[in-house]
């Protein structure tokens, strides 16, 4: 049988929790020492993943920038960068995004009716896995899995987070809870309304609180949640 990765769902976001606000430039949340912090988890993952969505809008880079982190890395016998992972229903990616020119391997999950689409678009800028006619987060740690994943984590954006927290298939989340309002309905939010496991009533287990300069990081663990 095969050993899903331990997932964990990465995010910065404001009090009032949201991902970003409505403006065209990116907000910054997080401040330089937990950026720090975000890279120390980078680099103990096995793999990085965002939705396209978020690849589109963003265009990161998705990288362990420091050169100490991925000496570790290297000598530990593993790639200096993780995986970097990204998934898309709709096949609308472009070649042109940071995320392709940079760090190490990259993978795509795809659905069947996407699949040539992006391969034709990408070529040999990465790996492409069609999961069949729908995507299935299951299929998709499946397969991970089977590469040798044993950690993934997850960047966002809020749709994905959703689905894998609704899904149950995260491990921990990991929250950068700025001290900014957004206020502004259209902006992303960390999470939407979905039919979580447990209801309203389910209580995750806090596994760590501290504050990282003006930012308050939390860690939960929600499977295994109590009424």
């Known amino acids: 049988m095969t050993t899903r990765p331990y997932v964990v769902l990465s995010a910065a976001m404001s009090v009032d929790g949201y991902l970003d606000d409505a403006s065209p430039e990116r907000l910054r949340l997080s401040n330089a020492a937990d950026f720090d912090r975000v890279d120390q988890v980078r680099a103990e993952s096995d793999a990085i993943l965002i939705g396209a969505?978020?690849?589109?809008?963003?265009?990161?880079?998705l990288l362990v920038n420091s050169e100490e982190r991925r000496a570790q890395r290297v000598a530990e016998g593993k790639p200096a960068y993780p995986?970097?992972?990204?998934?898309?229903?709709?096949g609308d990616l472009s070649a042109d995004l940071s995320f392709w020119h940079h760090g190490g391997e990259k993978l795509v999950f795809t659905v069947d009716d996407a699949v040539e689409k992006v391969r034709a678009t990408l070529g040999d800028l990465a790996a492409v896995i069609s999961v069949g006619p729908e995507l299935d987060w299951g299929l998709v740690l499946d397969d991970l899995g089977r590469r040798g994943i044993g950690r993934l984590m997850v960047e966002g954006g809020g749709t994905i987070h959703t689905q894998l927290m609704a899904a149950d298939l995260a491990d921990e989340v990991h929250l950068a809870i700025a001290?900014?309002?957004?206020?502004?309905?259209?902006?992303?939010?960390?999470?939407?309304?979905?039919?979580?496991?447990?209801?309203?009533?389910?209580?995750?287990?806090?596994?760590?609180?501290r504050a990282i300069d003006d930012v308050v990081f939390v860690r939960y663990a929600p499977k295994g949640r109590t009424a």
């Not at 970097?84 to 229903?89: G, I």
């Not at 309304?193 to 209580?203: K, L, N, Q």
């Open 53 to 61: 969505t978020t690849m589109r809008k963003d265009n990161p880079r």
């Open 83 to 90: 995986l970097k992972v990204t998934v898309t229903r709709t």
């Open 179 to 209: 001290p900014l309002l957004v206020g502004q309905p259209e902006a992303a939010r960390f999470l939407s309304t979905a039919d979580y496991p447990g209801g309203s009533t389910a209580r995750m287990k806090v596994l760590e609180v």
